[in-house]
């Protein structure tokens, strides 16, 4: 007869099962590894601890170099169980600066102890030589991210075949960071056929110079992410139009420019032609502010012009290449699909007679006119852009800001005539639009039964009945609690006054909030509970105006906001089939603002589209 012990452990498991537990479990990397469960089970015995590496040791993030020197040392052989399972390394958060020596002696005497690394990201300083010739020696290498100070030259990248992205993030040359030795850049003009997605990002004060990066080629070069550059808008231009590849563009400018809205367009189509070939001579007559060229046949062709010349900004004229527009911008990103197969293959600095690209994302801030509001010059509207809808066909997603003032109208026929020119988006999904308003003379426009106005005091307005929030109203009222606003009004100087304010709003509209009474979440309650009705019920008119929208975020912004808002109220539209079409079911209104319950909103400052979007939202998240 056979006998059967009933007690077993979790090392008689099979290894099916012990896998399957081990990837149930996860990596939990939003926890300190020696706080994940994965880490306690490999802490077991060596059979667990050989199914747990894996997964605790794929993705690594330290804080600082020293750190990883220190973990790079205990597994500095090859044969290593943990060296053999890392997969990506992230190092640091903030930028110290620092670095022994350029890496201009880069030579493959230094092996990496992480021969299956595909990912490695220094943040918190300047790359030492020793990193750098360990990274050499990683042939699979896919993404780099680096700090780089502004008088290194392109990375050497020829040991590196693999690698798909590369970041760099440029900061100003510090007096502990020498010279490297072979800075003449000009006679080394390399192709890097592998890059797919290049990011440059100029810290304040430092600038790499155009020549660096520039006279470079990427023959598959899918995304392009420029930020803070003060290269010349005429060499970005002619830079993504040489790379018909790209198909994800963002560009900010450090200086300012105003980018003209028909070159932006033009660029996205591929239309554009910014330089002359280089085989032939540019021209310019004296009378003629715009430049051309004579082209083999002898035919006078001129340059398209990125930016308003100085006899436009000097005469307050625009281009009048849009008719009735007048719209600039300095900065803008987009996201294009080509038209035929032929399109990437596109190898002239000419532009193509018809268009080769469409774009389905589009990102742009418009440039302040406010100067041309005092000289009494006839400026483009913010809801004027919204007639471009010819220019935009395919657009999928806009994102839209502006920080002239909108003309003194109510909100709700203002957002009824932008919802009546969205009827011609046909391909509209989301939209975001941000736009200034004086918050002392823009009214709601419109009341309602069960919104009737109460009274505060006599004589003031209260908080609640404004269209812009109290964190928008104060340029400082993040730090402010609702009374020490109530106490800035003339009228409300008695504590006990304001008190009764809040008691007597909070009854009025059946609140009951146990927060305390200097907290600021409780103002921004009353204000959204106050205002949501008026607000769903615009928000459903243009979503019917407009059937194919989905998702709209407004972020309101007054005259105090610096420039910026930090107060977002997303609206979801939920459709239903009635009577054979398509009809609003419900709207869904989501109010965030920094620092709240919610979290923070997306910034609508960051001109970003794509996946350069998805990994600065992932990012935000990772440092919050």
């Known amino acids: 007869m056979y006998s059967f012990s009933l007690h077993k452990t979790l090392h008689d498991l099979p290894n099916e099962l012990l896998l399957l537990i081990v990837e149930y479990i996860g990596e939990q990397r939003h926890l300190p590894r020696k706080f994940r469960a994965i880490y306690a089970l490999s802490q077991v015995n060596r059979r667990l601890r050989a199914f747990c590496a894996p997964h605790l040791y794929r993705h690594l993030h330290f804080s600082s170099s020293e750190k990883y020197h220190k973990f790079a040392s205990h597994s500095r052989f090859p044969t290593s169980d943990i060296a053999l399972h890392v997969r990506s390394i992230y190092i640091g958060s903030e930028l110290l600066f620092l670095s022994d020596k350029p890496p201009a002696s880069l030579h493959r005497g230094f092996r990496c102890p992480f021969p299956y690394l595909h990912s490695f990201e220094c943040l918190n300083r300047i790359p030492e030589s020793v990193i750098m010739a360990k990274l050499s020696s990683c042939s699979q290498l896919k993404n780099l991210a680096l700090v780089w100070p502004t008088h290194w030259p392109f990375p050497e990248l020829r040991f590196n075949p693999q690698l798909e992205t590369l970041r760099l993030k440029i900061v100003h040359k510090q007096a502990n960071c020498p010279f490297a030795i072979n800075t003449v850049f000009g006679a080394r003009i390399r192709c890097h056929p592998s890059i797919t997605t290049l990011h440059i990002m100029n810290f304040p004060g430092a600038d790499w110079p155009d020549k660096r990066w520039i006279r470079c080629t990427f023959p598959n070069l899918r995304v392009f992410n420029l930020q803070n550059t003060e290269t010349t808008p005429r060499s970005v231009y002619d830079f993504i139009q040489c790379h018909s590849t790209l198909l994800e563009v963002n560009v900010t400018f450090n200086d300012e420019v105003d980018l003209r809205l028909e070159g932006i367009i033009k660029l996205i189509e591929g239309t554009g032609t910014w330089r002359a070939p280089d085989d032939l001579t540019t021209w310019q007559d004296a009378g003629d502010v715009r430049r051309y060229y004579l082209t083999g046949e002898g035919k006078k062709r001129f340059l398209d012009e990125p930016s308003q010349t100085h006899t436009e900004v000097r005469l307050f004229t625009f281009p009048d290449d849009i008719p009735g527009t007048r719209f600039t911008t300095d900065s803008f990103a987009f996201k294009r699909v080509s038209l035929t197969p032929e399109a990437t293959e596109w190898r002239r600095r000419e532009g193509s007679v018809v268009p080769r690209y469409k ?51 109510d909100f709700v026929p203002y957002m009824v005539l932008i919802g009546s020119r969205l009827e011609k988006w046909k391909n509209l999904r989301e939209l975001a639009i941000c736009f200034a308003v004086n918050e002392d003379v823009f009214e709601w426009g419109m009341t309602e039964p069960e919104i009737e106005p109460f009274l505060a005091a006599p004589g003031i307005r209260p908080f609640y009945d404004y269209v812009i929030p109290p964190t928008e109203r104060w340029s400082s009222s993040r730090f402010y609690t609702d009374l020490d606003m109530f106490r800035n009004d003339p009228c409300m100087d008695d504590l006990e006054e304001a008190n009764a304010l809040v008691d007597r709003v909070q009854a009025k509209l059946d609140l009951d909030f146990s927060s305390d009474a200097e907290d600021l979440a409780r103002l921004m309650r009353i204000w959204e509970t106050r205002n949501e009705p008026r607000v769903a019920r615009v928000m459903r008119c243009i979503a019917r105006m407009c059937p194919t929208l989905e998702q709209l975020d407004w972020y309101p912004m007054g005259s105090a906001s610096d420039g910026e808002s930090y107060t977002a109220w997303r609206w979801k539209f939920l459709r239903k089939l009635r009577d054979g079409k398509l009809d609003v079911d419900r709207v869904i209104g989501n109010l965030r603002w920094e620092n709240s319950v919610q979290g923070d909103p997306d910034p609508i400052m960051e001109n970003l589209v794509g996946e350069e979007w998805d990994r600065y939202r992932k990012s935000r998240k990772r440092e919050y």
């Open 359 to 409: 774009a389905t994302q589009l990102s742009l801030q418009l440039t302040d006119q406010s100067y041309l509001q005092l000289s009494g010059t006839t400026f483009a509207h913010f809801h004027d852009f919204f007639l471009l809808a010819d220019k935009f066909p395919a657009v999928e997603t806009l994102r839209v800001m502006s920080r002239t003032f909108v003309p003194p109208d």
